[in-house]
């Protein structure tokens, strides 16, 4: 049973849009959310993390969790085609160390 | 400063070779760890040291063979791959202690190939 599920996409918005990824968790213990945009060929980059019950924005970015609902996720204002990119979710539990990843979005943001 | 540095870039190895993969992080964070990735999939933990001491292995075969020499540098070992194990390997780290959130930064990745 998979812990943390994302819809694979590909979720297509125009440019200028707002993006919105969603993510949802089966595990009640994790603690930590994460969202990491991913290139193809290159390294997950770390660009919004959150722990507490509602939003946090940075930026373009604001992440929001629903701890009651086991939601995350993750809105884009302005999206840019550079924003087109693989989103994984990914949620710490059992330990601080580990992390589970989600199988990730693919966006894909139309000029 | 957020940056985990990892070589090589590539590697292309022959199944009776042995090679190593070397991370190295000097954000002071205290746990480290190995992941491989295949494509169009997410991220697999494979490894996790914690304070230089390996604290989570994931089941992972034994031609696979993890090393920290100490809080900044991390490699792993490899002897004997098939070519199913070629992949990007990443390493990542995060602060070890102190904090809620643990979020893991990820070097830029190795992409082994296996023959």
């Known amino acids: 049973q998979k812990e943390v599920e994302q819809n694979s996409g590909p979720l297509s918005v125009p440019e200028g849009a707002i993006a919105s990824l969603n993510c949802t968790y089966s595990?009640?213990?994790?603690?930590?959310f994460f969202w990491y945009r991913q290139y193809s060929g290159k390294s997950p980059e770390l660009i919004m993390f959150i722990y507490s019950n509602g939003d946090k924005e940075d930026g373009r970015f604001t992440a929001q969790l629903n701890k009651a609902s086991q939601y995350v996720s993750l809105l884009i204002r302005d999206s840019q085609p550079s924003d087109s990119a693989t989103y994984l979710c990914?949620?710490?539990?059992?330990?601080?160390?580990?992390?589970?990843f989600g199988t990730g979005t693919k966006l894909q943001v139309i000029p | 400063d957020t940056e985990v540095t990892q070589t090589p870039k590539h590697l292309v190895m022959g199944m009776t070779n042995k090679k190593s993969l070397k991370c190295e992080q000097h954000?002071?964070?205290?746990?480290m760890y190995w992941y491989k990735q295949k494509a169009k999939k997410p991220p697999e933990l494979m490894f996790v040291y914690s304070y230089e001491k390996l604290s989570i292995n994931e089941s992972v075969p034994s031609r696979f063979s993890p090393e920290c020499p100490n809080s900044s540098l991390l490699n792993l070992h490899l002897h004997a791959l098939q070519p199913e194990d070629s992949a990007l390997y990443l390493c990542?780290?995060?602060?070890?202690?102190?904090?809620?959130?643990?979020?893991?930064?990820f070097g830029p990745g190795t992409r082994l190939t296996v023959t």
């Open positions: 990542a780290s995060s602060r070890g202690s102190g904090t809620d959130t643990y979020e893991q930064y």
């Open positions: 990914a949620g710490r539990s059992g330990g601080y160390q580990k992390v589970t």
């Open positions: 954000m002071g964070h205290r746990a």
């Open positions: 595990d009640r213990g994790s603690q930590s």
